[in-house]
Structure formats: C-alpha cells, structure tokens
C-alpha cells in the first residue's frame, strides 16, 4: 500500500502516466482511494481492471487506460511485490524512499490519503525542506509510510523538547524552527491540529499545512 503510494507521487513528480496492472482486490481498493486524490492535482492513474456492480459500497472506479506510452509507467503486481517498469525502455522506475524510507506502515487508508494530498501540495509550492509538527503516535505512523526523497525532514518541532531526537530526526521547538528557513511544516496530529495551527502562527512560522483540516472528503 505505501508502494503505491508512493509510485503515484513519484509519477506525478514526473509527469508520467501511471498504468496499473493489479491482480491482488485489496491493492485495487486502496488505488481506488489513492487515485481520487491524485486526481485533484492532475496526476492520472489509470487500471485495467473493473469492478462489479455489487453495491453502494463499490470502490470508485479507476480510468481504463487509453493507448500505451512510450512514457507511461506500467505497474504490476506479481507475487505480491510491486514492480514498475518504464513502458517505453523496459527499465525498472525505482519510486521507494531511501532517506526516510518505508517501515512496516500501518494499514491506514485515510492517512495515506492526506500524506497523498500532502505531497502534492508540497510539490505544487516547490517545498524540499519540511518539519513535523509533533512527536506523539501521529508521526511515528507517518514516518512508517516513508517520506518522498524529493522532500527532506530536517526537524520535528514539539511546544516543549525534552528529547533531542526523535526516530533519529532532530527535536526543536516552535521558536527554534522558525530559524530553519523551512520550507513548510507539515502538522502530525489528529487530534491536535488547531492548537499546533494556533501555536506556529503565534512563533511566526510559515507554509504550516494540516493533514485533516479543510481537505476534501475523498482524501
């Protein structure tokens, strides 16, 4: 699931197409969810398969895919691994992070859907160096899906330090980070989300993106 996640960031990072060729039901519901994010920022998706008309709670169906090309991504399952192959060149497209790569996440499809949404924005606004706001479960979870290498997450920022680290990232307070001449802070909380909003505003720090607040219900 964090694999397709970020194979649809990485295709729109870099304008291609990204073609799914899935067999495994599960993986087709949670692309379901993912592509209607990504379509908000013009990021195409497109699967072959078709689901049937069972009910009112059939996942939305994705794009049947037009003609190959050359640049489209093609993505398969097989075996239960991912794999993403240039249509074009045949070469394999490496989309995992490396930096804070994926670690075991957590089945969460509504918070892979705003980290989605997350990413793009932050690719619309040209962001590279960001910082969480929290260091509770929220953000443990987050990390655990991995972060785009096109981002860097240079601090974690809580209202009180007491630890100077937090899963290897430095710990600073609001007041320290408005000295990292970050690009946006990206909030980590669903709980929490109008006092951190509240508390960066008042220190003077700028680009603060919530996760939950004010985002399409489809996210």
């Known amino acids: ?90 070469n394999v497209v490496r989309v995992e992070p490396i930096a804070q790569p994926i670690r075991h996440p957590t089945l969460d499809p509504l918070l892979a859907r705003r980290l989605l949404g997350a990413y793009a924005r932050l690719r619309e606004g040209d962001a590279r160096t960001i910082a969480l706001y929290g260091a509770g479960s929220h953000t443990s979870a987050l990390l655990r899906w991995g972060i785009p290498d096109a981002l860097r997450v240079s601090a974690v920022i809580v209202s009180d330090p007491h630890e100077r680290t937090f899963e290897g990232i430095s710990v600073v307070s609001p007041a320290e980070a408005v000295k990292l001449g970050l690009d946006a802070v990206l909030l980590s909380s669903r709980s929490f989300e109008s006092d951190m909003l509240e508390e960066a505003s008042a220190v003077g720090l700028r680009n603060v993106m919530p996760l939950y607040a004010d985002r399409p219900a489809a996210f």
Do not use: F, K
């Open 1 to 90: 699931m964090a694999l397709l996640l970020h194979a649809i960031d990485a295709a729109g990072r870099r304008s291609r197409r990204l073609v799914c060729r899935l067999q495994n039901p599960h993986l087709v519901a949670t692309l379901s969810g993912l592509t209607a994010v990504g379509a908000v920022y013009g990021i195409r998706v497109c699967t072959s398969w078709i689901w049937p008309a069972l009910d009112a709670r059939t996942p939305r169906q994705v794009e049947h895919p037009a003609p190959l090309d050359p640049e489209d991504w093609l993505l398969y399952d097989r075996d239960g691994e991912v794999e993403i192959i240039e249509c074009g060149s045949g």
